[in-house]
């Protein structure tokens, strides 16, 4: 095998739509900022596909998201404009939730599981509204941040982009990886079935952690970009809503295909802002049909639906 | 995105091509026609290229307020309207420089967008104005969490955002923004103007328990209450704060049957309030007894479409304040205009967020009249200490130092359903509550307006 | 405080009673079908739009009469077109369908109707307050409640009772209840179980209708209200144990309770139902009464 | 040399007696099957041994080592490896990541974060799967999903799964419960190519055919208790047993 592989094509196309994507994506009627809000929700949608892999549904997900982007807005409002030691705290602030949220909630499966998740990031939600609400802002969000800086470099515009588009890129190797691993396989074989796992000796709960573990560092990597994007953190980010629509988005587009996920929140996200202003107040009622259409014909999401194109094609073609 | 903001790095080939032709055009062009150009550096989307002008209407079309927020639409849609073509207060304004053209000789046009009562949203919606419609100025509203969000992108961004309905202190105090404006009242002068007509209603000696949601615009509104309703010799019996989420209030109640207050002070807002105030009359509290007087129900911010959501039945009697309403066409010759206008356009009366919304798309239009320009600061700074009259009852003024406005405004209550005149009429004025009555010292809250011009 | 105490238990009581309604037919469809159904709130908020419509215009009576057929033929319609072909889709899936589909049921009732709260007058019968003083005999002074309230109770009481003799004592409850085991032994049986599912749904969404009916009054109505109402109902479901009627019943009266009685911990009474759940579903891993092997 | 005994094994569910002082020491190298009619309490002995269930009393010993009260990964990593009623195998991957996948688990231990290790590199891994799966005749079909095998075939897969982990012990609940005669037939050409190769096997199985075929020793449980054991020969004609298990009318 050569150094150019099909990982290394994939990558590099990947890569090349990624960074070009504010150059083209304004003759779709997009505009500057969605272009790096869809990034940051990419990265979220794509750490979101690692734990899908699995089979454990959370609905609570904007937990991870929203504390980071808390935790990484209270440090450029209190400690500097820096977002080096933003980020890390914001993401290790995140990571410690995730790995005491995940211990709890994966003993259990399922809905089960669906539901406990939920429950604690509701729980994060409300108390962020309320009992918090000294530090948090409450409901009018965390407000006064100073404009993020990077070695003195304002972080704005497409600096802003660039960054997240850098993230994204790498959090695609690695996701590309992780799902290529032996460890990816033992997340495979967890949604397969888990008791055969457990019985080929292996220790299902510290997979089913780490998975839950590592797709919380992409929401909390999602969330500390999405302050340093935004210089303001909403409650709303925290709301099962959110979480809510992370699970559209993956699957409209595909679960565990990781490019299906991003796609998805590539397409809510344009639907939400830009066709949405043709059908004005209609727009969500258009989406709610949309969600349903795809998910009667199109199952497997728009990667699926993109496979299904390819091998009619490929079929048309032989005949 | 920094094709505007940030030239320095990030050339989008947009911007290439539009920069090489304005160099080509300045390279043409003999240096005294471009003074002004020089001068003003671009801010936000100024300069204003073109024959025509872009305002934002960021409203909330889904969501629970989405009938405010449709009425809201309805109103900036009138005022483009009037802007362009003269007619409304355009007519009525003291003193006026709108030329009835447009504004500046450019054509008024608008994009809207949808806030789904929800700050991220609105933010992102506003981004889309701002950077991809390039509005000069963007507007609308339905809750305070909402203005408080734009107002820090507006002045990130270094484009004006006109206030919609925001009644929190903070949008004008704490989270006080160089580059947002308030025309509506806030919780402060809720209380500064409520607690004295409750003490004359219901007497100097009440126990007064309250129901607050709990949320930033509720501790604040009940703080304010508080405050005020004691200085006028009320007792506060306690507070239960009442999670947002909450559609039965049926147990924040039972604690109050129980108490020895006298007065009930909701201190709710839209869907919270109406149902909360529809279990308190479930609960028979407006025809209790307590400590020998009649129990009353004080709503302290109200709407008329809040008044309707709530019932008729269930609001009767019950006091609040409201910043105008549309039964004052006859006080004054500005209100006198927007109804009628409103009132031929769309065949029924506008809602005081649809008289906020156009007033301030008009002083904007206006102000940007005065200054001779769009530049941003120098809109900012006709519009800060602006003193006018003509939009409303009095004379209205735009605080300089909070970008507070401050005007005449209304203790109503809810009319009896005997006494109503058609499906609209549902307050009755109490007292129309005079400028001076409501104003405070600008240092009774803390924030900063930030500079002119962004960073 | 022997009277506070009492009042907050009659209302743990009356907002039990309310989740009890929701959560019945969310239940029902849970462990029969195994379809998680995030239109269910929606469910119950058109049934309060009905309502509040049909009483509006006939008086409250034609509302108990009208709306639960409705809803119950909706019910059906709804699972012969969509929820049919997802019995055997992933979870995700049968989210996606029924959560689109709320979607759909909100927007178009506030195309309609608008978007502003849409007051529910009670009928004249169910106004006023009941003086308890005067039948419970060691409350002291004046105590008062609101007579719908303990309607409410009642209906809440009467239908949970309704539902439990359909699933005992008929034949149609019997294979329902064998389903809720095991659905495959059903198949095996030649019992003709499409049909059966569809009148299962057709059920649950009548219960969620006769909530809109008597719950509306006390809510109001908007075309938000089903969205307000999803995750406690979820909760509710999910505590009692997925499928398990006597379940969901202890759980939405624990749930009524934990919020009666937290009133004065502000921050603690809008998370508590959340703290009710995680601690449950920690020690008690599928619910209060939930069975091994249902929708794990 | 004993390589796994049970002690004094009881276990009751309720009033339910299912195990009664249970002894049985299985020979390493030998295949020993575990018999009796439904409801004697071999299923039961086979979830104590791999730690699905906790018994009353009695200890369990496999290689010295005590094995109660260790969770089921932990008794795999030990070299029991086991083989259910109904075939468990992961469904929706294909067969060569099915055997993968525990070839890595015998390789890597419970748990290894070795995120980015490509699978597609570890050559010797998927060499060693395909090894197996040859082994037990499914290398024609290593590409396909493992959901669409005949009963028979999951069942080799299976198999495969649990040689993958070159266990000690290997554990099979009726490994030939609903299968054709022929597939039984090759399934058991299969075990005893298995256990010539030096392989410990305990089997439960309610075909005597199998049975008979198989085993080196035979324990007869019934009603939760040893009633017989030894070889073959010897268990076919013990009068406990037939009436025991065959029923009254043939003692």
Same mark, same amino acid.
């Given at each position: 095998?050569?150094?150019?592989?099909?990982?290394?094509?994939?990558?590099?196309?990947?890569?090349?739509?990624?960074?070009?994507?504010?150059?083209?994506?304004?003759?779709?009627?997009?505009?500057?900022?969605?272009?790096?809000?869809?990034?940051?929700?990419?990265?979220?949608?794509?750490?979101?596909?690692?734990?899908?892999?699995?089979?454990?549904?959370?609905?609570?997900?904007?937990?991870?998201?929203?504390?980071?982007?808390?935790?990484?807005?209270?440090?450029?409002?209190?400690?500097?404009?820096?977002?080096?030691?933003?980020?890390?705290?914001?993401?290790?602030?995140?990571?410690?939730?995730?790995?005491?949220?995940?211990?709890?909630?994966?003993?259990?499966?399922?809905?089960?599981?669906?539901?406990?998740?939920?429950?604690?990031?509701?729980?994060?939600?409300?108390?962020?509204?309320?009992?918090?609400?000294?530090?948090?802002?409450?409901?009018?969000?965390?407000?006064?941040?100073?404009?993020?800086?990077?070695?003195?470099?304002?972080?704005?515009?497409?600096?802003?982009?660039?960054?997240?588009?850098?993230?994204?890129?790498?959090?695609?190797?690695?996701?590309?990886?992780?799902?290529?691993?032996?460890?990816?396989?033992?997340?495979?074989?967890?949604?397969?079935?888990?008791?055969?796992?457990?019985?080929?000796?292996?220790?299902?709960?510290?997979?089913?952690?780490?998975?839950?573990?590592?797709?919380?560092?992409?929401?909390?990597?999602?969330?500390?970009?999405?302050?340093?994007?935004?210089?303001?953190?909403?409650?709303?980010?925290?709301?099962?809503?959110?979480?809510?629509?992370?699970?559209?988005?993956?699957?409209?587009?595909?679960?565990?295909?990781?490019?299906?996920?991003?796609?998805?929140?590539?397409?809510?996200?344009?639907?939400?802002?830009?066709?949405?202003?043709?059908?004005?107040?209609?727009?969500?009622?258009?989406?709610?049909?949309?969600?349903?259409?795809?998910?009667?014909?199109?199952?497997?999401?728009?990667?699926?639906?993109?496979?299904?194109?390819?091998?009619?094609?490929?079929?048309?073609?032989?005949? | 995105?920094?094709?505007?903001?940030?030239?320095?790095?990030?050339?989008?080939?947009?911007?290439?091509?539009?920069?090489?032709?304005?160099?080509?055009?300045?390279?043409?062009?003999?240096?005294?026609?471009?003074?002004?150009?020089?001068?003003?550096?671009?801010?936000?989307?100024?300069?204003?290229?073109?024959?025509?002008?872009?305002?934002?209407?960021?409203?909330?079309?889904?969501?629970?307020?989405?009938?405010?927020?449709?009425?809201?639409?309805?109103?900036?849609?009138?005022?483009?309207?009037?802007?362009?073509?003269?007619?409304?207060?355009?007519?009525?304004?003291?003193?006026?420089?709108?030329?009835?053209?447009?504004?500046?000789?450019?054509?008024?046009?608008?994009?809207?967008?949808?806030?789904?009562?929800?700050?991220?949203?609105?933010?992102?919606?506003?981004?889309?104005?701002?950077?991809? %419609?390039?509005?000069?100025?963007?507007?609308?509203?339905?809750?305070?969490?909402?203005?408080?969000?734009?107002?820090?992108?507006?002045?990130?961004?270094?484009?004006?955002?006109?206030?919609?309905?925001?009644?929190?202190?903070?949008?004008?105090?704490?989270?006080?923004?160089?580059?947002?404006?308030?025309?509506?009242?806030?919780?402060?002068?809720?209380?500064?103007?409520?607690?004295?007509?409750?003490?004359?209603?219901?007497?100097? %000696?009440?126990?007064?328990?309250?129901?607050?949601?709990?949320?930033?615009?509720?501790?604040?509104?009940?703080?304010?209450?508080?405050?005020?309703?004691?200085?006028?010799?009320?007792?506060?019996?306690?507070?239960?704060?009442?999670?947002?989420?909450?559609?039965?209030?049926?147990?924040?109640?039972?604690?109050?049957?129980?108490?020895?207050?006298?007065?009930?002070?909701?201190?709710?807002?839209?869907?919270?309030?109406?149902?909360?105030?529809?279990?308190?009359?479930?609960?028979?509290?407006?025809?209790?007894?307590?400590?020998?007087?009649?129990?009353?129900?004080?709503?302290?911010?109200?709407?008329?479409?809040?008044?309707?959501?709530?019932?008729?039945?269930?609001?009767?009697?019950?006091?609040?304040?409201?910043?105008?309403?549309?039964?004052?066409?006859?006080?004054?010759?500005?209100?006198?205009?927007?109804?009628?206008?409103?009132?031929?356009?769309?065949?029924?009366?506008?809602?005081?967020?649809?008289?906020?919304?156009?007033?301030?798309?008009?002083?904007?239009?206006?102000?940007?009249?005065?200054?001779?320009?769009?530049?941003?600061?120098?809109?900012?700074?006709?519009?800060?200490?602006?003193?006018?009259?003509?939009?409303?009852?009095?004379?209205?003024?735009?605080?300089?130092?909070?970008?507070?406005?401050?005007?005449?405004?209304?203790?109503?209550?809810?009319?009896?359903?005997?006494?109503?005149?058609?499906?609209?009429?549902?307050?009755?004025?109490?007292?129309?509550?005079?400028?001076?009555?409501?104003?405070?010292?600008?240092?009774?809250?803390?924030?900063?307006?930030?500079?002119?011009?962004?960073? | 405080?022997?009277?506070?105490?009492?009042?907050?238990?009659?209302?743990?009581?009356?907002?039990?009673?309310?989740?009890?309604?929701?959560?019945?037919?969310?239940?029902?469809?849970?462990?029969?079908?195994?379809?998680?159904?995030?239109?269910?709130?929606?469910?119950?908020?058109?049934?309060?739009?009905?309502?509040?419509?049909?009483?509006?215009?006939?008086?409250?009576?034609?509302?108990?009469?009208?709306?639960?057929?409705?809803?119950?033929?909706?019910?059906?319609?709804?699972?012969?077109?969509?929820?049919?072909?997802?019995?055997?889709?992933?979870?995700?899936?049968?989210?996606?369908?029924?959560?689109?589909?709320?979607?759909?049921?909100?927007?178009?009732?506030?195309?309609?109707?608008?978007?502003?709260?849409?007051?529910?007058?009670?009928?004249?019968?169910?106004?006023?307050?009941?003086?308890?003083?005067?039948?419970?005999?060691?409350?002291?002074?004046?105590?008062?409640?609101?007579?719908?309230?303990?309607?409410?109770?009642?209906?809440?009481?009467?239908?949970?009772?309704?539902?439990?003799?359909?699933?005992?004592?008929?034949?149609?409850?019997?294979?329902?209840?064998?389903?809720?085991?095991?659905?495959?032994?059903?198949?095996?049986?030649?019992?003709?179980?499409?049909?059966?599912?569809?009148?299962?749904?057709?059920?649950?969404?009548?219960?969620?209708?006769?909530?809109?009916?008597?719950?509306?009054?006390?809510?109001?109505?908007?075309?938000?209200?089903?969205?307000?109402?999803?995750?406690?109902?979820?909760?509710?479901?999910?505590?009692?144990?997925?499928?398990?009627?006597?379940?969901?019943?202890?759980?939405?009266?624990?749930?009524?309770?934990?919020?009666?009685?937290?009133?004065?911990?502000?921050?603690?009474?809008?998370?508590?139902?959340?703290?009710?759940?995680?601690?449950?579903?920690?020690?008690?891993?599928?619910?209060?009464?939930?069975?091994?092997?249902?929708?794990? | 040399?004993?390589?796994?005994?049970?002690?004094?094994?009881?276990?009751?569910?309720?009033?339910?007696?299912?195990?009664?002082?249970?002894?049985?020491?299985?020979?390493?190298?030998?295949?020993?099957?575990?018999?009796?009619?439904?409801?004697?309490?071999?299923?039961?002995?086979?979830?104590?041994?791999?730690?699905?269930?906790?018994?009353?009393?009695?200890?369990?010993?496999?290689?010295?080592?005590?094995?109660?009260?260790?969770?089921?990964?932990?008794?795999?990593?030990?070299?029991?490896?086991?083989?259910?009623?109904?075939?468990?195998?992961?469904?929706?991957?294909?067969?060569?990541?099915?055997?993968?996948?525990?070839?890595?688990?015998?390789?890597?231990?419970?748990?290894?974060?070795?995120?980015?290790?490509?699978?597609?590199?570890?050559?010797?891994?998927?060499?060693?799967?395909?090894?197996?799966?040859?082994?037990?005749?499914?290398?024609?079909?290593?590409?396909?999903?493992?959901?669409?095998?005949?009963?028979?075939?999951?069942?080799?897969?299976?198999?495969?799964?649990?040689?993958?982990?070159?266990?000690?012990?290997?554990?099979?609940?009726?490994?030939?419960?609903?299968?054709?005669?022929?597939?039984?037939?090759?399934?058991?050409?299969?075990?005893?190519?298995?256990?010539?190769?030096?392989?410990?096997?305990?089997?439960?199985?309610?075909?005597?055919?199998?049975?008979?075929?198989?085993?080196?020793?035979?324990?007869?449980?019934?009603?939760?208790?040893?009633?017989?054991?030894?070889?073959?020969?010897?268990?076919?004609?013990?009068?406990?047993?037939?009436?025991?298990?065959?029923?009254?009318?043939?003692?």
């Amino acid at each position: 095998m050569g150094i150019i592989n099909r990982g290394t094509i994939h990558l590099t196309v990947f890569a090349l739509i990624v960074l070009t994507f504010p150059f083209w994506f304004e003759y779709t009627g997009g505009y500057a900022g969605l272009d790096t809000k869809i990034i940051i929700w990419a990265i979220f949608a794509l750490g979101f596909d690692l734990l899908l892999i699995t089979g454990y549904l959370s609905f609570g997900h904007a937990a991870f998201f929203g504390i980071s982007a808390y935790a990484t807005g209270l440090m450029l409002l209190h400690y500097s404009s820096n977002i080096i030691e933003a980020m890390i705290v914001g993401v290790v602030v995140s990571t410690i939730a995730a790995v005491i949220i995940g211990f709890l909630t994966l003993r259990r499966t399922g809905i089960y599981f669906s539901v406990l998740t939920l429950a604690f990031g509701e729980m994060f939600h409300t108390a962020a509204v309320s009992i918090f609400s000294g530090l948090t802002g409450g409901e009018n969000g965390l407000t006064g941040l100073p404009t993020p800086t990077l070695f003195g470099e304002k972080m704005q515009g497409s600096n802003v982009f660039y960054l997240c588009a850098i993230f994204l890129i790498i959090g695609f190797y690695l996701a590309r990886r992780i799902t290529r691993s032996p460890f990816g396989l033992m997340l495979k074989s967890l949604k397969s079935n888990q008791t055969r796992l457990e019985y080929i000796g292996i220790n299902v709960q510290f997979y089913k952690n780490s998975a839950f573990v590592l797709s919380s560092i992409y929401a909390a990597v999602a969330g500390s970009l999405m302050v340093i994007y935004e210089p303001y953190v909403a409650t709303e980010f925290l709301e099962w809503k959110t979480s809510g629509t992370l699970v559209i988005m993956s699957v409209m587009g595909g679960v565990g295909t990781l490019f299906g996920p991003m796609i998805g929140a590539a397409f809510m996200l344009y639907f939400e802002n830009v066709a949405s202003v043709f059908l004005e107040e209609q727009w969500l009622l258009a989406l709610g049909i949309m969600f349903m259409a795809i998910v009667v014909y199109l199952p497997g999401g728009f990667v699926d639906g993109y496979k299904r194109m390819m091998r009619h094609w490929v079929k048309k073609n032989q005949a | 995105m920094s094709k505007k903001h940030d030239k320095s790095k990030g050339l989008t080939r947009r911007d290439v091509l539009k920069i090489s032709a304005a160099s080509a055009v300045a390279a043409s062009t003999p240096m005294f026609f471009v003074k002004d150009a020089w001068a003003q550096k671009a801010i936000g989307n100024f300069p204003v290229n073109g024959p025509t002008v872009t305002y934002g209407f960021n409203v909330p079309l889904t969501s629970i307020y989405a009938d405010e927020g449709e009425d809201e639409l309805r109103a900036y849609k009138l005022a483009v309207k009037h802007l362009n073509n003269g007619g409304g207060m355009v007519e009525t304004l003291q003193p006026n420089a709108l030329k009835r053209n447009g504004v500046l000789g450019k054509k008024v046009e608008y994009v809207v967008g949808d806030t789904q009562t929800n700050p991220d949203a609105a933010r992102t919606s506003a981004r889309r104005m701002i950077e991809r %419609d390039k509005v000069i100025m963007f507007s609308g509203g339905s809750s305070s969490a909402i203005a408080i969000a734009q107002q820090y992108l507006a002045q990130e961004l270094g484009v004006i955002f006109m206030c919609g309905l925001t009644h929190s202190n903070d949008t004008t105090g704490k989270d006080k923004r160089r580059y947002g404006f308030r025309h509506f009242f806030n919780a402060y002068m809720t209380g500064k103007a409520l607690a004295p007509i409750l003490s004359k209603e219901y007497g100097k %000696d009440r126990r007064a328990f309250h129901l607050t949601a709990d949320y930033t615009w509720g501790h604040t509104q009940y703080q304010s209450m508080k405050d005020f309703t004691e200085k006028e010799g009320w007792t506060t019996v306690d507070n239960i704060m009442t999670p947002v989420k909450t559609t039965d209030f049926s147990q924040f109640l039972t604690p109050i049957l129980n108490s020895d207050a006298d007065v009930l002070i909701l201190n709710h807002y839209g869907k919270n309030m109406n149902n909360s105030l529809t279990n308190a009359v479930e609960f028979g509290f407006k025809e209790m007894q307590k400590n020998g007087k009649n129990m009353e129900i004080v709503v302290p911010l109200y709407s008329r479409l809040m008044a309707k959501g709530a019932g008729q039945k269930n609001i009767e009697g019950v006091l609040g304040t409201t910043a105008w309403n549309w039964t004052q066409k006859d006080d004054d010759p500005g209100s006198k205009a927007f109804v009628e206008t409103f009132e031929k356009e769309y065949g029924f009366p506008p809602s005081q967020a649809a008289q906020t919304c156009y007033v301030q798309t008009i002083i904007y239009s206006d102000a940007v009249e005065r200054a001779g320009t769009f530049y941003p600061p120098a809109v900012i700074k006709a519009l800060e200490g602006h003193e006018f009259a003509g939009t409303g009852p009095g004379k209205t003024l735009y605080r300089a130092e909070d970008h507070q406005c401050f005007k005449d405004m209304l203790v109503v209550k809810g009319k009896s359903p005997s006494q109503l005149k058609g499906k609209y009429d549902l307050l009755e004025i109490v007292s129309k509550v005079k400028r001076e009555d409501t104003v405070y010292p600008v240092d009774t809250f803390p924030g900063e307006l930030g500079p002119y011009e962004p960073a | 405080m022997v009277n506070q105490i009492f009042l907050q238990i009659v209302t743990g009581l009356q907002l039990g009673a309310i989740y009890v309604l929701i959560a019945l037919g969310l239940t029902l469809i849970f462990g029969t079908l195994g379809v998680v159904n995030f239109t269910h709130g929606a469910l119950f908020m058109l049934g309060a739009f009905s309502a509040v419509i049909i009483s509006g215009n006939y008086g409250f009576v034609a509302a108990i009469i009208i709306v639960p057929p409705f809803l119950f033929f909706f019910g059906v319609l709804m699972e012969r077109f969509i929820v049919r072909f997802f019995y055997d889709r992933p979870h995700t899936d049968q989210i996606l369908v029924t959560f689109g589909f709320a979607i759909v049921i909100q927007e178009t009732l506030k195309w309609i109707f608008g978007s502003n709260n849409i007051p529910f007058k009670m009928p004249a019968w169910g106004r006023g307050i009941l003086k308890l003083h005067e039948y419970v005999p060691f409350l002291d002074g004046f105590v008062a409640y609101p007579k719908w309230r303990f309607i409410l109770i009642t209906v809440s009481f009467f239908t949970v009772i309704a539902l439990f003799a359909l699933l005992q004592f008929t034949r149609f409850g019997m294979v329902i209840r064998a389903g809720m085991n095991d659905s495959e032994i059903l198949s095996f049986l030649g019992i003709n179980i499409t049909r059966r599912f569809t009148l299962v749904f057709g059920l649950g969404s009548m219960i969620a209708g006769l909530a809109g009916v008597f719950a509306g009054p006390v809510t109001n109505v908007d075309p938000g209200l089903g969205m307000f109402y999803l995750v406690p109902s979820f909760l509710v479901v999910v505590i009692g144990g997925m499928g398990s009627l006597p379940g969901a019943v202890l759980a939405s009266f624990l749930l009524g309770m934990a919020q009666s009685f937290t009133v004065s911990f502000a921050g603690l009474q809008a998370i508590v139902v959340y703290i009710v759940a995680v601690v449950v579903l920690l020690f008690m891993p599928r619910g209060l009464l939930g069975k091994k092997g249902v929708l794990d | 040399m004993a390589i796994l005994v049970v002690n004094n094994i009881s276990k009751h569910f309720g009033g339910l007696q299912a195990l009664f002082k249970v002894n049985i020491s299985v020979e390493a190298g030998t295949t020993h099957s575990l018999i009796g009619p439904n409801g004697a309490g071999k299923s039961t002995l086979l979830n104590v041994l791999t730690g699905q269930i906790e018994p009353n009393e009695g200890s369990v010993v496999f290689k010295d080592r005590p094995l109660l009260n260790i969770t089921p990964h932990k008794i795999n990593q030990l070299g029991i490896a086991r083989v259910f009623q109904t075939p468990a195998i992961f469904p929706e991957m294909v067969l060569l990541e099915n055997v993968m996948a525990a070839v890595f688990a015998s390789r890597d231990g419970a748990y290894k974060f070795n995120l980015l290790e490509s699978r597609r590199h570890a050559q010797s891994v998927a060499n060693f799967a395909i090894e197996i799966l040859e082994q037990v005749g499914l290398q024609h079909k290593i590409r396909s999903e493992a959901r669409f095998l005949s009963r028979g075939d999951k069942r080799r897969l299976e198999l495969a799964i649990c040689l993958a982990h070159k266990p000690s012990l290997l554990l099979l609940d009726e490994p030939t419960a609903g299968m054709a005669r022929h597939e039984t037939e090759s399934t058991i050409e299969l075990l005893r190519s298995i256990s010539k190769k030096n392989m410990t096997i305990v089997i439960v199985e309610h075909d005597m055919n199998v049975v008979f075929a198989l085993s080196d020793t035979i324990t007869v449980l019934s009603q939760g208790q040893v009633i017989a054991e030894g070889i073959p020969d010897h268990v076919r004609g013990n009068p406990a047993v037939i009436e025991a298990y065959l029923g009254k009318e043939h003692a």
